[in-house]
């Protein structure tokens, strides 16, 4: 059995301290070789250093260590800890390793295994992946629908003004959306004229306005976004929600275009048995609007709980583009002239068709962050 004797310490100076312990080091990395990862053999190797009672290192905590002056332990310490970690590795290391050369189980481990390498064949940890959230798969697949019939996508703000927020689609200045009870308004704007007052925009319909501004027609687009009412939340209605708006503009579009591009749309969203209809309603915006209802698609049109057993589920609104809007934008873009080109818009309610699609029964749980909701998604 190799006696290995630990050399004396002469002096404190880094110098000496890094002599002594890199000597013990290589002593001990010698008899580990000469183990010959024979098991009996390191752990024997094992009780001669790192034995409670007369290990190696025991002792140099005992002969050194303690009796070192203060102002050098730090020093000592530091360098000691090295030498143990290096020791107790490679000891791990030596004994599983022995242990698969005794059972003559012979793998990359022990052939590609040193002192600081990793163990490939560990499985490795694999971080988690990200799904798209039930809402943003939703729009995004609403979105697709309508981009396959080739329109494309914009965007606009959510702090809107008052301007394109109401004026410009026509509400009148009294009108009851305009309320704070409706409307979630920007604070300290009473110095500033009505129409440029900031709000959150309570739909997507203002980027209708932003985008004629900007561009002529022809335009076939849609607007996926978030909007804000001032609305108390409970299992149906949520403060912020996400609305997927519609616009085209050209020359001769009617509302048979608006009918049959929507029932498409649905077909696409829920399935081909799906049938649409339309109801006679109201926006200042469009003349003439319209409620879009579809067969519920619980029951297929014969009548459930879900559909208030009138077999019909109401989805969205839209109309033809009121010309007044047009007029609001010819300042900026003569081409939309009411005389020349026709338009229609929709407007529907993200959250509600993903609540359907998946059936969700409340709405917070799409706001809620609560993981044990959205891993239902992955
Ligand atoms: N903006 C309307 C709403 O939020 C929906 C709509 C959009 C209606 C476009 C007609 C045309 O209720």
Known sequence: MPNTEIPKLEDYSPRSLDHFFLSIKASYDKEEAQCGGIPEKIEELRIRWVGRKQGHLKSIV?????TAPAEVKSALGVRFNQLKVHIDQALAMASSDATILSTGYTTVRAASRTADSIDITLPGIRPGLGVEHPLVRTMNEIVGIFQRMGYSVGVGPE??????????????????ARDTQDTLVVAKQEHKSLRDRLLLRTHTSPVQI???????????????????????????HSPIFHQVEG??????????????????????????????????????FTEPSADVQISCIFCGGKGCRKCKHSGWIELLGCGMVDPVVFDSVRGKQPGYDPKKISGFAFGMGVDRIAMMKYGISDIGLLYSGDMRFLEQFA
């Not at 702090?159 to 009851?176: G, I, M, R, S, W």
């Not at 009617?254 to 309603?281: C, I």
């Open 62 to 66: 005992e002969t050194c260590l303690k």
């Open 159 to 176: 702090v809107e003004t008052d301007y394109y927020n109401f004026e410009a689609l026509n509400f009148p200045p009294d009108h009851p």
């Open 210 to 236: 932003r985008t004629m501004e900007r561009q002529p027609p022809p335009i076939r687009i849609v607007i996926p976004g978030k909007v804000h009412r001032n609305d108390a939340a409970d299992a149906t």
């Open 247 to 284: 616009l085209c503009v050209d020359e001769n579009i009617t509302f048979s275009d608006l009918k049959g591009t929507l029932d498409h749309a649905m077909k696409e969203l829920f399935g081909s048995s799906v049938k649409t209809r339309f109801f006679p309603s109201f926006f200042p």
